[in-house]
């Protein structure tokens, strides 16, 4: 079960939702549903604002705040996005804080264990004096705010329609104030999702023993460098960048660590990580498109910026438009920015200001590594003496149930999870450590994220940055999650920086980081620090006039060490060719790429499929192959009846080739990692790999593999959509469903569902490709992760910058626009998006003045 299921099975579990309440519910939520819906007109008192502040929302209800300082405007900031998603600030924050029982009850528990073990809101809290007093002083307005509106309501219900369902079950729970450390907090829930997929590092710790190492090193394929250009070139990467090096880690196979040790470890603390909600979405999927071209290479003269992050589908979208503009711009209110933020986060995440653009891609450094601990009572072996373990006592409190307390232990190398997960500490007495010195064994987590850090200070210099310089200068505070940054100005410069912390390890051995747990007891894989931001790739007017990032490998250099887990460069390619195919790029150009649905694996896989001989029946399915477009459609036609064949036949190719080898939580998902895999193993007709287990007694080769894939798909969409080809069509496999968390799940009536729900719809695209409307081989062809939003920013005329959201801005079920965007981002449209005062008053529907409140 998915983390993000499983969040919706815990809410609706606490909801206490029978079929015998159905029409109650369907009442109540139909009855109660328009009330939340914000004031967007009209004048409001708001508290401690020194001026009055403007709200101006347009015909998506996009907000645009205007201000004479700075205070005022985070106060304004707050306000609105409280009043458009408070329900999903208050979700956010109690996982964060590791609260979700008191919110849920005692579904809540485990999740809850796991965070608190972590400490997330305790690094928040270490992070406020951190910061910068203009920083703090932000969050604080904003902060005011979010109360200011909260002060306003009367009751839950009026904050949200879900409040309405929770009482049912949960009536004592009240909303609380929101704090400035519940904003810093959601931080750490950004970089958890955005740390890197630990799943290669599980899955190789399964494999390793049980197949060869040939096989493993078949599984993950280095990255195709010559094929796949890296984002930077060693020409365009600085001296010192170059050298080359062991890559080598204390997540490695060495010291007293046997491998069984490493796999029993690895696989059990699984368990742990998985009690924790993924809020940007988890597993294959994840990931960005960015790019920029120079003014030389682009129609207009000036840059081009473009930005898609693949995040996990969800109602409302992850994303909040919003612009934020101080009415007199100075160093004391510094702020004209308009872009993308989170709910619950101060500022602009990703946009533009009056004079530079900048766009966000993953870049999934390896910053965790997991530890084997020897414990004895309340100590822990390091380097031959025992040393004492850190202590704390926890409080759980369960809505309507009984407070739990849990005692949080850690080594100097971080949290020990095995102590919240019983079948992590049995494995920890069960493994086979040489030399063992205690009785027990545990397994500590060392994550950058859990050392406070500034990332806040970044966001707000990157609003207020007018130049390369600055904002390098704010992308050295931006520590976690390590972001790709792509940059352009309206002077014309475009540039490159990766930033974040990224541990430095002393090189034991060989093997890769990442590749199994280390021996804490042993210093000499510790981390030895951070590489320094000056060591971190940058560039600025690279001589081709273009950038792309799209989460593949940044430089070919293994030194600084960044991960082994790239994404393999399918889409970056495919970008890459595309800008590359025109002597110059038009801002209509830059939005057919972010739509191309072309699938990389094709031109490599095909040609073996038809040299396959297969029956007549099968060969109607195989014939579509041989003139086929390799676009993946969502319409009808035979592209479409292509791609739907194709990627049936990818699927059991999955199937047969790797998930009868590997453990059943850990299959594959058909990621590009597994399109370099086949793509290698197609040059190797007789790999192990090859051989289905499910045929005992027969030893199946490349082509038999193949043939299967073909005959089963071929009965597969027979079954689901006809025996005639013609009638199939990739978009009746393969759409996308928006699901609200709480009410949108099992259990709830039909007519609640379809208020707050919004899907199936058919898309076209795919994983791996640029339109990246990912799916998982595993599972089935329903979308796992998708393009949460999609932008293009006009150097040249802000004004003619283009943009759409995934869903809507609002997070009220019943608001005109909680889901008014879906259509345009579905069928590749976008919105004009206005950012100077006459562009945004030309495109306002609706305005609302926050005026001073009189004193007391």
């Given at each position: 079960?998915?983390?993000?299921?499983?969040?919706?099975?815990?809410?609706?579990?606490?909801?206490?939702?029978?079929?015998?309440?159905?029409?109650v519910l369907s009442v109540a939520v139909i009855s109660q549903g328009r009330r939340p819906l914000p004031q967007t007109t009209g004048e409001i008192e708001v508290p401690d604002l020194q001026s009055t502040v403007e709200v101006l929302r347009d015909a998506q209800g996009v907000p645009h705040v205007y201000a004479d300082t700075?205070?005022?405007?985070?106060?304004?900031?707050?306000?609105?996005?409280?009043?458009?998603?408070?329900?999903?600030?208050?979700?956010?924050?109690?996982?964060?804080?590791?609260?979700?029982?008191?919110?849920?009850?005692?579904?809540?528990?485990?999740?809850?264990?796991?965070?608190?073990?972590?400490?997330?809101?305790?690094?928040?809290?270490?992070?406020?004096?951190?910061?910068?007093?203009?920083?703090?002083?932000?969050?604080?307005?904003?902060?005011?705010?979010?109360?200011?509106?909260?002060?306003?309501?009367?009751?839950?219900?009026?904050?949200?329609?879900?409040?309405?369902?929770?009482?049912?079950?949960?009536?004592e729970y009240r909303v609380e104030d929101w704090t400035t450390v519940d904003s810093l907090a959601w931080l750490k829930a950004m970089a958890w999702d955005l740390r890197g997929n630990y799943d290669g590092e599980l899955t190789r710790a399964a494999l390793d023993g049980q197949v060869s190492q040939t096989m493993i090193d078949?599984?993950?394929?280095?990255?195709?460098?010559?094929?796949?250009?890296?984002?930077?070139?060693?020409?365009?990467?600085?001296?010192?960048?170059?050298?080359?090096?062991?890559?080598?880690?204390?997540?490695?196979?060495?010291?007293?660590?046997?491998?069984?040790?490493?796999?029993?470890?690895?696989?059990?603390?699984?368990?742990?990580?998985?009690?924790?909600?993924?809020?940007?979405?988890?597993?294959?999927?994840?990931?960005?498109?960015?790019?920029?071209?120079?003014?030389?290479?682009?129609?207009?003269?000036?840059?081009?910026?473009?930005?898609?992050?693949?995040?996990?589908?969800?109602?409302?979208?992850?994303?909040?438009?919003?612009?934020?503009?101080?009415?007199?711009?100075?160093?004391?209110?510094?702020?004209?920015?308009?872009?993308?933020?989170?709910?619950?986060?101060?500022?602009?995440?990703?946009?533009?200001?009056?004079?530079?653009?900048?766009?966000?891609?993953?870049?999934?450094?390896?910053?965790?590594?997991?530890?084997?601990?020897?414990?004895?009572?309340?100590?822990?072996?390091?380097?031959?003496?025992?040393?004492?373990?850190?202590?704390?006592?926890?409080?759980?409190?369960?809505?309507?149930?009984?407070?739990?307390?849990?005692?949080?232990?850690?080594?100097?190398?971080?949290?020990?999870?095995?102590?919240?997960?019983?079948?992590?500490?049995?494995?920890?007495?069960?493994?086979?450590?040489?030399?063992?010195?205690?009785?027990?064994?545990?397994?500590?987590?060392?994550?950058?994220?859990?050392?406070?850090?500034?990332?806040?200070?970044?966001?707000?210099?990157?609003?207020?940055?007018?130049?390369?310089?600055?904002?390098?200068?704010?992308?050295?505070?931006?520590?976690?999650?390590?972001?790709?940054?792509?940059?352009?100005?309206?002077?014309?410069?475009?540039?490159?920086?990766?930033?974040?912390?990224?541990?430095?390890?002393?090189?034991?051995?060989?093997?890769?980081?990442?590749?199994?747990?280390?021996?804490?007891?042993?210093?000499?894989?510790?981390?030895?620090?951070?590489?320094?931001?000056?060591?971190?790739?940058?560039?600025?007017?690279?001589?081709?006039?273009?950038?792309?990032?799209?989460?593949?490998?940044?430089?070919?250099?293994?030194?600084?060490?960044?991960?082994?887990?790239?994404?393999?460069?399918?889409?970056?390619?495919?970008?890459?060719?595309?800008?590359?195919?025109?002597?110059?790029?038009?801002?209509?150009?830059?939005?057919?790429?972010?739509?191309?649905?072309?699938?990389?694996?094709?031109?490599?896989?095909?040609?073996?499929?038809?040299?396959?001989?297969?029956?007549?029946?099968?060969?109607?399915?195989?014939?579509?192959?041989?003139?086929?477009?390799?676009?993946?459609?969502?319409?009808?036609g035979e592209s479409s009846a292509a791609a739907a064949y194709f990627n049936a036949v990818w699927r059991h190719i999955v199937e047969i080739t790797f998930n009868d080898d590997l453990p059943g939580d850990l299959q594959a998902s058909g990621s590009s990692q597994h399109w370099a895999a086949v793509e290698g193993l197609l040059?190797?007709?007789?790999?192990?790999?090859?051989?289905?287990?499910?045929?005992?007694?027969?030893?199946?080769?490349?082509?038999?593999?193949?043939?299967?894939?073909?005959?089963?798909?071929?009965?597969?969409?027979?079954?689901?959509?006809?025996?005639?080809?013609?009638?199939?069509?990739?978009?009746?496999?393969?759409?996308?469903?928006?699901?609200?968390?709480?009410?949108?799940?099992?259990?709830?009536?039909?007519?609640?569902?379809?208020?707050?729900?919004?899907?199936?719809?058919?898309?076209?695209?795919?994983?791996?490709?640029?339109?990246?409307?990912?799916?998982?081989?595993?599972?089935?062809?329903?979308?796992?992760?998708?393009?949460?939003?999609?932008?293009?920013?006009?150097?040249?005329?802000?004004?003619?910058?283009?943009?759409?959201?995934?869903?809507?801005?609002?997070?009220?079920?019943?608001?005109?626009?909680?889901?008014?965007?879906?259509?345009?981002?579905?069928?590749?449209?976008?919105?004009?998006?206005?950012?100077?005062?006459?562009?945004?008053?030309?495109?306002?529907?609706?305005?609302?003045?926050?005026?001073?409140?009189?004193?007391?």
């Amino acid at each position: 079960m998915t983390v993000v299921r499983r969040l919706r099975r815990t809410l609706l579990a606490a909801l206490g939702i029978l079929v015998v309440l159905a029409v109650v519910l369907s009442v109540a939520v139909i009855s109660q549903g328009r009330r939340p819906l914000p004031q967007t007109t009209g004048e409001i008192e708001v508290p401690d604002l020194q001026s009055t502040v403007e709200v101006l929302r347009d015909a998506q209800g996009v907000p645009h705040v205007y201000a004479d300082t700075m205070g005022d405007l985070m106060r304004g900031q707050g306000y609105v996005q409280a009043q458009d998603r408070f329900f999903e600030m208050d979700t956010r924050r109690h996982i964060t804080a590791g609260r979700l029982a008191e919110l849920v009850g005692e579904p809540g528990v485990e999740t809850d264990k796991v965070i608190r073990t972590m400490g997330w809101r305790r690094v928040a809290e270490a992070e406020l004096p951190m910061l910068s007093p203009r920083t703090r002083r932000a969050l604080e307005a904003y902060t005011a705010g979010v109360n200011a509106w909260l002060d306003e309501q009367g009751s839950n219900a009026s904050m949200g329609v879900e409040y309405t369902i929770l009482s049912m079950t949960l009536p004592e729970y009240r909303v609380e104030d929101w704090t400035t450390v519940d904003s810093l907090a959601w931080l750490k829930a950004m970089a958890w999702d955005l740390r890197g997929n630990y799943d290669g590092e599980l899955t190789r710790a399964a494999l390793d023993g049980q197949v060869s190492q040939t096989m493993i090193d078949d599984l993950y394929p280095p990255y195709p460098t010559g094929e796949h250009s890296p984002i930077l070139s060693g020409s365009e990467w600085g001296p010192g960048t170059t050298r080359e090096g062991p890559s080598s880690s204390p997540a490695a196979d060495g010291g007293d660590v046997t491998p069984r040790a490493a796999r029993t470890a690895l696989t059990n603390t699984a368990s742990a990580i998985d009690a924790i909600p993924a809020m940007l979405g988890e597993g294959e999927g994840l990931g960005s498109n960015s790019w920029v071209v120079s003014g030389e290479r682009s129609t207009t003269g000036k840059p081009l910026l473009a930005n898609d992050p693949h995040l996990g589908v969800s109602m409302p979208g992850i994303w909040y438009q919003m612009g934020l503009h101080c009415r007199e711009v100075s160093d004391a209110c510094p702020v004209d920015v308009s872009g993308y933020t989170f709910a619950g986060i101060p500022g602009i995440v990703i946009g533009h200001n009056q004079d530079i653009a900048w766009g966000f891609t993953n870049l999934a450094p390896d910053v965790t590594d997991f530890y084997l601990e020897q414990i004895s009572g309340d100590s822990y072996l390091r380097d031959g003496s025992l040393e004492p373990l850190e202590e704390r006592t926890e409080t759980i409190k369960v809505a309507g149930g009984e407070n739990e307390e849990i005692t949080v232990r850690s080594t100097g190398h971080g949290p020990i999870l095995s102590d919240v997960v019983p079948d992590v500490a049995a494995a920890g007495r069960e493994v086979e450590v040489e030399d063992r010195q205690t009785d027990d064994y545990a397994v500590s987590l060392a994550w950058t994220a859990l050392t406070p850090s500034t990332t806040a200070d970044a966001i707000f210099a990157l609003n207020s940055a007018t130049n390369f310089d600055e904002f390098r200068a704010a992308a050295k505070d931006f520590t976690v999650p390590s972001q790709n940054l792509v940059y352009a100005d309206t002077q014309g410069n475009i540039g490159y920086q990766a930033p974040g912390k990224i541990p430095v390890r002393k090189g034991v051995d060989d093997n890769p980081p990442g590749w199994l747990p280390a021996p804490g007891w042993d210093s000499d894989y510790d981390w030895t620090g951070s590489v320094p931001f000056a060591d971190l790739p940058s560039v600025l007017n690279p001589k081709d006039g273009h950038i792309v990032t799209a989460n593949q490998q940044v430089t070919a250099s293994r030194t600084p060490f960044l991960t082994t887990e790239w994404d393999y460069g399918y889409r970056s390619q495919r970008i890459d060719d595309l800008l590359t195919s025109e002597e110059k790029v038009s801002p209509a150009k830059m939005a057919r790429i972010q739509l191309d649905t072309h699938n990389g694996l094709a031109p490599a896989l095909i040609p073996s499929l038809l040299e396959v001989d297969v029956d007549r029946f099968t060969g109607d399915g195989q014939d579509l192959l041989r003139t086929w477009d390799e676009n993946q459609v969502a319409g009808d036609g035979e592209s479409s009846a292509a791609a739907a064949y194709f990627n049936a036949v990818w699927r059991h190719i999955v199937e047969i080739t790797f998930n009868d080898d590997l453990p059943g939580d850990l299959q594959a998902s058909g990621s590009s990692q597994h399109w370099a895999a086949v793509e290698g193993l197609l040059e190797k007709p007789r790999s192990a790999w090859w051989d289905n287990r499910a045929t005992p007694g027969v030893i199946e080769g490349r082509d038999e593999v193949l043939r299967q894939a073909m005959v089963e798909a071929r009965l597969d969409l027979t079954r689901t959509m006809g025996k005639d080809p013609g009638d199939w069509g990739w978009g009746r496999m393969h759409s996308v469903t928006f699901r609200h968390a709480v009410l949108g799940g099992e259990g709830i009536p039909g007519p609640v569902c379809s208020l707050v729900n919004s899907g199936p719809h058919p898309v076209g695209g795919g994983s791996s490709t640029v339109n990246a409307m990912a799916w998982d081989a595993s599972q089935g062809y329903e979308v796992t992760a998708a393009p949460s939003m999609r932008m293009i920013v006009d150097l040249g005329d802000l004004d003619a910058s283009r943009w759409v959201n995934q869903t809507g801005n609002s997070g009220h079920p019943f608001s005109s626009h909680y889901d008014d965007q879906i259509r345009a981002w579905r069928e590749g449209e976008t919105y004009a998006w206005p950012s100077s005062r006459e562009a945004v008053l030309a495109a306002t529907e609706d305005t609302l003045t926050l005026t001073p409140a009189d004193a007391p």
